[in-house]
C-alpha cells in the first residue's frame, strides 16, 4: 500500500510516499519540501495569498520529485492524503484540489487528514517509535495542547492555550529582540549565548492546577524588558533576554507535561510541533523524564516542522485500522478543526460550527 501525502496547510509545501502493510508501522519511501520562509521574511509574517499561490507552484514538482526518488509512478499510489485543516484556507485548497483531482484521475480514494494529527503521529517515522498509549505535547506556532493519546482516532485534550501558542511566544519575542522571520530557531540561536537567570520573566498559569498554558503575559513582559533596556542594548543583553525568555516558556511547558503525566498516570511522552526542534526543551523534557524513568520521544528533526510525511503517515494508520478513505472527490477544507472531535472511520464529521467555516 503505497500513500502519497500531500502538505500544504501553511507556508511549507511538503509531499511524501510513506508505503503501509496490514500491520506494523509505516515506512517513509521519499519525501521532498519546500519551505517558503524566504519568500514571506520580507513582510515579518505569512502572507496568506502569496502562501496560496507558491504552493501551486510548487505542488506538482515536489509530488513528480518525490515518486522519482522513490523509484515509483502514479499507478503505484494506492491512496491519496492531504491536509484538510487546521490552517489558511486557500493554502488548504491548494493541496486539497490536488489531492482529489489525482486521486479521481487514478480512481483511488482520497482522505482528509488532521494537521496535528500528522504530527501528533510523526515520531512514528522516528528511529524510536512510541508505544500507545501517550501524552501528547504538540507545539507548533499556531497550537499549544497536551493531549492523551490511546490509539490512531482516540485523542483526548486535557488542556490547551488561552492565548498565544508556545511558537507564537517564540515568534513575537524574537520580533521584539529585532530577529528575523520565523523566530524560534533565530531566538534559539541568541540564546545559547546568554544567561537564562539574567532576566525575572512571568511563568503564566504555572501554578494554575489546570493544564492550560497563557503565553500573551509573557510577551508583555519581554517588550517592558525591550524597552527598559533602550534602543542602545548591546548583544549580551539581547542574548539574555532571549535566553531568559526561551527558559520561561520552557519551564511552563515542562512543567505542565509532567503534570499531566500525574494526572494520567501514563509513562510516555510524544512531543510534536516546530517547536520540539528547540534543544533546550529537549534538555530539560529529557532530564525530568530521565528522573522519572518515563519514556519521551520526538520526531525526527526534520520531521518537526510541517511537511508531507506525517500527512501520508496519519492516513497509513488510519488505513491500517480499516479507515478506507473516500471516492466521491468532493472537497471542503476546515481551517478551524478541532482535533478531540476527530473520529475514526467511517468518516470525518465535522461539527456544525467547524462546518461554517470551510
Ligand atoms: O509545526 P510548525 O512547523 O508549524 C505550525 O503548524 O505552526 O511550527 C512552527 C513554529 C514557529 O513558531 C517556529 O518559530 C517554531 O515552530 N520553531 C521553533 C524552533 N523551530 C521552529 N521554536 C523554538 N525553537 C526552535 N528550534
Ligand atoms: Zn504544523
New binding site residues.
Given amino acids: 500500500m503505497n500513500i502519497l501525502g500531500i502538505e500544504s ?2 507556508d ?1 509545501t511538503g509531499v511524501a510516499l510513506v508505503q503501509a502493510a496490514a500491520s506494523g508501522i509505516p515506512t517513509l519511501r521519499a519525501h521532498a519540501l519546500h519551505s517558503q520562509v524566504a519568500m514571506h521574511e520580507a513582510y515579518g509574517g505569512v502572507v496568506p495569498e502569496l502562501a496560496s499561490r507558491d504552493h501551486i507552484r510548487r505542488v506538482v514538482p515536489l509530488a513528480r520529485q518525490v515518486l522519482h526518488e522513490a523509484g515509483a509512478s502514479l499507478a503505484d499510489i494506492d491512496l491519496i492524503a492531504y491536509t484538510r485543516g487546521p490552517g489558511l484556507a486557500g493554502a488548504l485548497l491548494v493541496g486539497a484540489g490536488m489531492a482529489c483531482s489525482l486521486a479521481a484521475a487514478l480512481a483511488r480514494p482520497v482522505v482528509g487528514v488532521h ?1 496535528l494529527e500528522g ?1 501528533l503521529l510523526s515520531p512514528f517515522l522516528s528511529a524510536d517509535p512510541p508505544e500507545f498509549p501517550f501524552i501528547a505535547l504538540l507545539v ?3 497550537h499549544t495542547q497536551l493531549m492523551r493519546v490511546d490509539d490512531v482516532g482516540c485523542y483526548v485534550l486535557l488542556g490547551e492555550t488561552i492565548d498565544d501558542a508556545a ?2 511566544a ?2 513575537k519575542s524574537a520580533k521584539l529582540l529585532g530577529l528575523g522571520y ?4 533565530a ?2 540561536r541568541l540564546a545559547e549565548f546568554g544567561d537564562a537567570s539574567t532576566f525575572a520573566l512571568p511563568r503564566p498559569l504555572l501554578h494554575s492546577g489546570n493544564l492550560d498554558f497563557s503565553f500573551a503575559g509573557l510577551k508583555t513582559a519581554v517588550r517592558t524588558q525591550v524597552l527598559k533596556l533602550g534602543s542602545n542594548v548591546c548583544e549580551q543583553d539581547r542574548a539574555h533576554l532571549a535566553a531568559s525568555t526561551q527558559q520561561a516558556i520552557v519551564d511552563v511547558l515542562v512543567r505542565k507535561t509532567m503534570q499531566a503525566l500525574r494526572e494520567t498516570g501514563l509513562q510516555r511522552i510524544v512531543v510534536a ?3 520540539g ?3 533546550r526543551l529537549r534538555e530539560v523534557l529529557n532530564a525530568e523524564c530521565a528522573k522519572r524513568q518515563v519514556r519521551v520521544h520526538y520526531p525526527e528533526l526534520a520531521l518537526c ?2 511537511n508531507g510525511a506525517m500527512i501520508a503517515l496519519a492516513a497509513a494508520m488510519r488505513w491500517q485500522r480499516g479507515e478506507p478513505g473516500q471516492v466521491d472527490y468532493a472537497f471542503n477544507v476546515l481551517p478551524r478543526w478541532a482535533l478531540a472531535t476527530t473520529p475514526l472511520a467511517p468518516c470525518l464529521t465535522p461539527s456544525p460550527s467547524e462546518r461554517g467555516q470551510g
Avoid: K, Y
Fill in positions: 496547510s501553511c511549507e494537521h504530527h507548533s506556532g499556531g511558537g507564537e517564540f515568534d520565523p523566530g524560534g530557531p531566538l534559539a510541533g516546530g517547536v526542534a528547540n534543544a516542522t510541517d
